[in-house]
């Protein structure tokens, strides 16, 4: 199964529209449909608020929104802290706390992860700075 990050689902609606590639679109629409697909309740109500068309493609394709829990929320806490933010003082090269939440969607479930993030070839010597893939390929995360 792979989850979705709202990067990876927006570029897609944005660069290779339904209108140009109709093929695509089925395929995805049916991976949706029958679960193999997913997205976090974040990733959902991310892609609401950046495009409520794309919302609407991925609700009328029954998309399964995996729903928020108290274990995500202590997995998102975790990989927080061991990237040394505190309170709300996330860095803006890095992962935000969305971004957290999404991942440790996929550690509970051992779901891959789909992000439009680019991997850091060198990470930052702040681990704070570090994006989605350098957060996922984390020891204590691994998430593919």
């Known amino acids: 199964m792979l989850a979705f990050d709202t990067s990876s689902i927006i570029h897609a609606w944005d660069h290779y529209p339904l209108k140009q590639f109709p093929g695509l679109w089925k395929w995805l629409g049916e991976e949706f449909k029958a679960g193999r ?17 794309c919302h609407a493609w991925l609700h009328a394709h029954n998309v399964h929104v995996k729903p928020m829990t108290q274990a995500i929320l202590d997995d998102a806490l975790i990989i927080k802290t061991s990237l040394g933010i505190s309170s709300d003082r996330y860095h803006v090269d890095g992962v ?24 850091q070839n060198q990470l930052p010597q702040n681990p704070a700075r570090y994006k989605i893939p350098a957060v996922c390929s984390m020891t204590t995360v691994n998430v593919s």
Do not use: H
């Open 37 to 53: 697909f997913v997205v976090s309740v974040v990733a959902d109500d991310e892609t609401k608020q950046r495009d409520a068309d």
């Open 96 to 119: 935000g706390e969305r971004d957290l939440i999404i991942i440790a969607t996929c550690m509970q479930d051992g779901t891959e992860l789909v992000s439009n993030e680019n991997v």
